[in-house]
Antibody, heavy 120, light 109 residues
Framework: EVQLVESGGAVIQPGGSLRLSCAATGFSIKDYTMHWVRQAPGKGLEWVSHISWDGGIKYYSDSVRGRHTVSRDNSENSLFLEMNSLRFDDSGRYFC?????????????WGQGTMVIVSS | SYVLIQPPSVSVAPGQTAKIICEGNDIGSHSVHWYQQKPGQAPVLVVYDDRDRPSGIPERFSGSNSGRRATLSINRVEAVDEADYYCQVWDTSSNHPWVFGGGTQLTVL
């Protein structure tokens, strides 16, 4: 079955760090751009980060740039998001997303997400 | 950064046509993608590149895009279509290139 499965979400104190993982099954991620998208409770979708097929190009939203780092291991068919200096507004469900084709491509496969709660 | 505006809610009776608007500066020059999200579920792509449908999406879903407005149309609306819908574009004019609209909650009366 073609799917993305996220893990690593937790309840964490402000200022803490967390590493999210995303495992792909049923297809190889090496040919695709990948993204992280988050959704705060009761709110809309917010794009967080992009990584090119080979990991050479990375983009971040203004809200996470300098604190979060995206990476990938194509040999392990996995995507990661290293989250540092966590803030209350980092709370939400984090979705691992596959880009359809290239940077402009639609997000055509979503994982079920992993929940991050930043709380003191 | 680029901004996409959607109405917070749209209501439609079963069997009628729902039109969900997404407005943005010169959005007609962008490829617009649409996602459906039901409560507690991950979003699903329903229209990409303005008007194309992924396999498995009913023909009742269609899209258009011109000028300052993109539209997702759902013909012969069914109760199962009740969900939140988001538009999204890729805009190279900023360092925050992937942008979502705020989302529209579709209610089937």
């Amino acid at each position: 079955e073609v799917q993305l499965v996220e893990s690593g979400g937790a309840v964490i104190q402000p200022g803490g760090s967390l590493r999210l993982s995303c495992a792909a099954t049923g297809f190889s991620i090496k040919d695709y751009t990948m993204h992280w998208v988050r959704q705060a409770p009761g709110k809309g979708l917010e794009w967080v980060s992009h990584i090119s097929w080979d990991g050479g190009i990375k983009y971040y939203s203004d809200s996470v740039r300098g604190r979060h780092t995206v990476s990938r291991d194509n040999s392990e068919n996995s995507l990661f998001l290293e989250m540092n200096s966590l803030r209350f507004d980092d709370s939400g469900r984090y979705f691992c997303v596959k880009g359809r084709f290239g940077a402009a491509g639609a997000f055509d496969l979503w994982g079920q997400g992993t929940m991050v709660i930043v709380s003191s | 950064s680029y901004v996409l505006i959607q109405p917070p809610s749209v209501s439609v009776a079963p069997g009628q046509t729902a039109k969900i608007i997404c407005e943005g500066n010169d959005i007609g020059s962008h490829s617009v993608h649409w996602y459906q999200q039901k409560p507690g579920q991950a979003p699903v792509l329903v229209v990409y590149d303005d008007r194309d449908r992924p396999s498995g999406i009913p023909e009742r879903f269609s899209g258009s895009n011109s000028g300052r407005r993109a539209t997702l149309s759902i013909n012969r609306v069914e109760a199962v279509d009740e969900a939140d819908y988001y538009c999204q574009v890729w805009d190279t004019s900023s360092n925050h290139p992937w942008v979502f609209g705020g989302g529209t909650q579709l209610t089937v009366l």
